[in-house]
């Protein structure tokens, strides 16, 4: 670092070549992952840094940095919050990079796709370039340089959790596994579950996602409805504790049991009371069971928070199989009328063939 140099705030020197960063300043969580002897010959490593204000950003001001030397490879995130987005055919996808997380600013070479990147600042950062000149410096240690790839790795992962996040069919599971996703990494604990600590517009999360912002706002205004998801009164997202154990489950087939309880019940209600039907509003939780609990047939006990009424199960299962028998009578049934109009309707034919034999203008149809 040069004699002349100028420390200014965030860990940054001003010199005559412009900013600069102690490597070990910029990521203090290297120190985790290297030996004490290692470290030492790290505490004066610089490398040349850029300071980021809110808005679009062009990687490829990164060369124009007076003391980087040939292309750019990487940006290491010291603070602030990046968003590397890539676009193609009108459509858009990102990914977060937050503290000592890399970005890539490397050309590609030969693109066949029409792809544009570029990398949104969503909360002013402080990145170090790291270039040619800090990847020679980086082989001669190679703690440092395991260090570096193990990051590498990590974000591979986490792109291929992302992947998978988007494949998931429905919206509403999609926000709510992405919230986890993020709150690994930049969530707290609090008394009622944990806060994600982002501020994500709906347009950003779905361009996370691959869904639109307005399916995003419908997805996430269900999850707060559930319960699975609220907002804060600081504008954080805050998950409820066991939210992510429904991620891809099928909580349709609760409404459907519901449904089919009441079904059952039904003869038994009161002529007063109206039955809840399929077609009508969807029906609430606890309101099948009240209907069952009416009508004799389920007869409800508190249980401890997590525990397993095996009555109930029983129960269920025994109207479960109710209802499977009643479907199949009245398939069997559906059969037999279906196999006497194919009996009927074969008769007919055979008799107006012989009325047409008989040159006879009516046929000699029973019951037509």
Do not use: Y
């Not at 994600?196 to 779905?206: I, K, P, S, V, W």
Request: aromatic share 2%; with cysteine; proline share 5%.
């Amino acid at each position: 670092m040069s004699a002349h140099s100028k420390r200014l705030d965030g860990g940054l020197h001003e010199s005559d070549g412009g900013l600069r960063v102690r490597l070990l300043e910029l990521a203090p969580s290297i120190r985790a992952g290297l030996h004490p002897d290692e470290l030492a010959g790290l505490r004066a490593m610089t490398v040349p840094a850029l300071r980021l204000e809110r808005g679009s950003w062009d990687p490829a001001q990164a060369a124009l940095h007076p003391d980087v030397e040939g292309a750019p490879l990487w940006l290491l995130v010291g603070s602030g919050l990046l968003l590397q987005v890539t676009s193609l055919g009108g459509r858009a996808a990102s990914a977060i990079a937050g503290p000592g997380d890399l970005v890539s600013v490397a050309d590609e070479r030969n693109p066949q796709l029409p792809l544009s990147r570029g990398v949104l600042v969503a909360e002013s950062a402080i990145v170090g370039v790291l270039d040619a000149s800090f990847v020679v410096e980086a082989c001669d240690r190679p703690a440092l340089m395991r260090e570096i790839m193990r990051r590498v790795s990590d974000q591979l992962r986490r792109a291929g959790v992302g992947r998978a996040i988007s494949q998931l069919p429905r919206t509403e599971d999609r926000v709510l596994a992405l919230a986890w996703h993020l709150a690994e990494r930049f969530g707290h604990a609090t008394t009622r579950g944990v806060a994600l600590g982002l501020r994500l517009t709906h347009e950003t999360m779905g361009t996370l996602i691959g869904a639109e912002r307005s399916t995003v706002t419908l997805a996430i205004a269900k999850l707060e409805r559930e319960g699975l998801m609220r907002r804060g009164t600081d504008g954080l997202i805050e998950l409820s504790r066991d939210s992510a154990r429904g991620i891809g489950a099928d909580r349709d087939h609760v409404a459907r049991e519901q449904i089919e309880i009441v079904r059952l019940v039904a003869p038994r209600l009161s002529s007063a009371e109206q039955t809840p039907t399929e077609e009508q509003t969807p029906i609430q939780p606890a309101h099948a069971f009240a209907a069952a609990h009416a009508g004799g047939l389920v007869r409800r006990k508190r249980v401890a928070p997590g525990a397993i009424d095996v009555e109930e199960m029983r129960e269920r299962m025994r109207l479960a199989h109710l209802g499977a028998t009643d479907a199949v009578r009245r398939a069997r049934r559906i059969c037999e009328r279906s196999a006497r109009a194919a009996s009927e309707g074969g008769r007919l034919v055979l008799e107006l063939r012989a009325a047409a034999e008989r040159g006879d203008a009516q046929p000699r149809a029973r019951g037509v």
